[in-house]
């Protein structure tokens, strides 16, 4: 069965780094655009980052751009997300996701999406 598993979230000071993990089983991983999203108390599940079947295109939410970097590795089974400068309102769940075949800019939405992990989470303190 697939398997989307998340490491690497924590208590971080704000300006702090993190890099999150996810490894994934059960699938042709290099089949799959991966995205990753998050999702604070009280909020809707939001878009982060997503990242095309080779690697060679990434897309980005507004809010992170310039300090969040998705990257994978094909022969790992693995998609990371590096997060910079991280301000508390990063604060959240952060999920991965896998999604057969399509990058395109729909990579944003959840529904187009076919497998979840069960999150990390990261905690920026001011």
């Known amino acids: 069965q697939v398997q989307l598993v998340e490491s690497g979230g924590g208590l971080v000071q704000a300006g702090g780094s993190l890099r999150l993990s996810c490894a994934a089983s059960?699938?042709?991983?290099?089949?799959?655009?991966m995205g990753w999203f998050r999702q604070a108390p009280g909020k809707e599940r939001e878009f982060v980052a997503a990242i095309s079947l080779n690697g060679g295109s990434t897309y980005y939410a507004d809010s992170v751009k310039g300090r969040f970097t998705i990257s994978r590795d094909n022969a790992k089974n693995t998609v990371y997300l590096q997060m910079n400068s991280l301000k508390p309102e990063d604060t959240a769940r952060y999920y991965c996701a896998a999604r057969y075949l399509v990058f395109s800019n729909s990579c944003n939405r959840t529904v187009t999406y076919n497998y979840w992990g069960q999150g990390t989470q990261v905690t920026v303190s001011s």
């Open positions: 059960g699938l042709t991983f290099s089949s799959y655009a």
